[in-house]
């Protein structure tokens, strides 16, 4: 990334950038929109092709095409949060059920023990009453 950074300071480079059709504002940020693998470094194909995809206004196609991705991200993160919050649910249930089974137990034991209480009953959350579909 340096020697491109330090290449942006060109102005022939940056020059042969606007003739590309790349807009000034978009040359700042280019390396990181090259580099789509993340490595970090480019190689010949991804300066290619990703000057390629930048040339010009976008395409109907290409707005659509990220339309697309990022409603279908949107729902895979919907319903990973669904299994997330399912799993949460099915855990503290458990737990109260332990806590009840413990609580049971204290309480039938012998007369002079003391009472057991939670030691932090408060810091279990509520199970939910609304139902979350099943995915």
Same mark, same amino acid.
């Given at each position: 990334?340096?020697?491109? $950074? =330090?290449?942006? %300071?060109?102005?022939?480079?940056?020059?042969? #950038? *606007?003739?590309?059709?790349?807009?000034?504002?978009?040359?700042?940020?280019?390396?990181?929109?090259?580099?789509?693998?993340?490595?970090?470094? $480019? =190689?010949?194909? %991804?300066?290619?092709?990703?000057?390629?995809? #930048? *040339?010009?206004?976008?395409?109907?196609?290409?707005?659509?095409?990220?339309?697309?991705?990022?409603?279908?991200?949107?729902?895979?993160?919907?319903?990973?949060?669904?299994?997330?919050?399912?799993?949460?649910?099915?855990?503290?249930?458990?737990?109260?059920?332990?806590?009840?089974?413990?609580?049971?137990?204290?309480?039938?034991?012998?007369?002079?023990?003391?009472?057991?209480?939670?030691?932090?009953?408060?810091?279990?959350?509520?199970?939910?009453?609304?139902?979350?579909?099943?995915?």
């Amino acid at each position: 990334p340096e020697f491109f $950074l =330090d290449l942006i %300071e060109h102005k022939p480079f940056r020059e042969i #950038l *606007r003739d590309l059709d790349i807009a000034d504002e978009e040359q700042l940020d280019l390396f990181d929109t090259l580099d789509v693998d993340g490595s970090g470094s $480019l =190689d010949f194909e %991804e300066l290619i092709h990703g000057i390629a995809k #930048l *040339r010009g206004d976008a395409r109907r196609s290409d707005i659509i095409s990220v339309s697309l991705m990022v409603r279908a991200m949107q729902a895979d993160i919907t319903a990973f949060e669904k299994r997330v919050q399912k799993n949460i649910n099915k855990q503290n249930e458990k737990l109260r059920a332990q806590m009840h089974q413990q609580q049971s137990t204290s309480h039938s034991g012998s007369k002079s023990s003391t009472s057991h209480t939670p030691m932090f009953p408060s810091m279990l959350p509520q199970a939910s009453t609304a139902s979350t579909p099943e995915t």
